[in-house]
């Protein structure tokens, strides 16, 4: 049996993609975290490797292995991701960020346990930078670059996306709804809604995390043959 081939829509293009979660150390046994899976991102870089780009995938700890042809840059913390993030993006067309990284991580860290202590204890946290919003703010010195975001919400979803795209200056962002059934945490399934930065949006109905990366990736190319033209 032959498959159709995947058209090269891609080829040569560079894509970085960032998934996963990121852990934020309290102590060298305990962490700050969030259920990302990853799967989204991982679905995004696939695609895009299959259709011929040259991709970069940073992720923060999940089960899923390595992609084969996908160049994988592993990282734990919301600093590691930014570093590897930084570093690749300077020569990418295409950046996609589904990590859910941690907004917070320990002021201080400890280097050794923190054995437990009689009563409450409060933690000290301090902001993570914004990954995303550094590269908007680069923008200048990459006019051509398409930036994308992922956003969830739990009201006012467009507006608060819309604005999100606005700060971070994001060509779009895919918006989710955490009650919206079947695309929780780890699921093979998203239902989203792109949302542009003048709060323009499409509902996308419910498909496979695959076929969400195979949409956003030709409306990022969609963005830049605009951009290049
Ligand atoms: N993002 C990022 N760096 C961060 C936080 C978020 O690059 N430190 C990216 C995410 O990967 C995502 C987008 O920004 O693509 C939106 O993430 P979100 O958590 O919704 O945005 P925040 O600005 O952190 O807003 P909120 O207060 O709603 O968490
Ligand atoms: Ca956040």
């Given at each position: 049996?032959?498959?159709?081939?995947?058209?090269?829509?891609?080829?040569?293009?560079?894509?970085?993609?960032?998934?996963?979660?990121?852990?934020?150390?309290?102590?060298?046994?305990?962490?700050?975290?969030?259920?990302?899976?990853?799967?989204?991102?991982?679905?995004?870089?696939?695609?895009?490797?299959?259709?011929?780009?040259?991709?970069?995938?940073?992720?923060?700890?999940?089960?899923?292995?390595?992609?084969?042809?996908?160049?994988?840059?592993?990282?734990?913390?919301?600093?590691?991701?930014?570093?590897?993030?930084?570093?690749?993006?300077?020569?990418?067309?295409?950046?996609?960020?589904?990590?859910?990284?941690?907004?917070?991580?320990?002021?201080?860290?400890?280097?050794?346990?923190?054995?437990?202590?009689?009563?409450?204890?409060?933690?000290?946290?301090?902001?993570?930078?914004?990954i995303l919003a550094g590269l908007g703010a680069e923008q200048p010195h990459h006019p051509q670059r398409v930036l994308v975001g992922f956003a969830m919400e739990t009201h006012a979803g467009i507006e608060r996306a819309a604005l999100k795209a606005q700060r971070k200056n994001a060509d779009f962002i895919l918006l989710n709804y955490p009650t919206r059934e079947g695309t929780s945490f780890g699921g093979d399934d998203?239902?989203?809604?792109?949302?542009?930065?003048?709060?323009?949006?499409?509902?996308?109905?419910?498909?496979?995390?695959?076929?969400?990366?195979?949409?956003?990736?030709?409306?990022?190319?969609?963005?830049?043959?605009?951009?290049?033209?």
């Open positions: 049996l032959l498959t159709p081939p995947v058209a090269q829509d891609l080829a040569g293009v560079r894509v970085v993609v960032s998934a996963g979660p990121t852990r934020e150390y309290l102590d060298p046994v305990r962490f700050i975290s969030n259920p990302s899976s990853g799967k989204m991102g991982f679905a995004v870089a696939l695609e895009a490797q299959s259709r011929g780009a040259e991709v970069t995938l940073v992720t923060g700890p999940v089960t899923l292995p390595d992609l084969a042809g996908v160049r994988m840059v592993r990282v734990e913390t919301a600093l590691e991701m930014k570093a590897a993030v930084d570093e690749s993006a300077q020569t990418a067309a295409i950046v996609v960020m589904t990590a859910a990284i941690a907004d917070y991580r320990a002021a201080q860290q400890s280097g050794e346990k923190q054995a437990k202590v009689a009563g409450d204890v409060s933690i000290h946290l301090t902001p993570n930078p914004d998203n239902q989203v809604t792109l949302v542009r930065p003048d709060a323009t949006s499409e509902d996308w109905p419910r498909m496979s995390k695959r076929e969400v990366a195979r949409k956003i990736l030709d409306e990022a190319l969609k963005v830049r043959n605009l951009r290049l033209s």
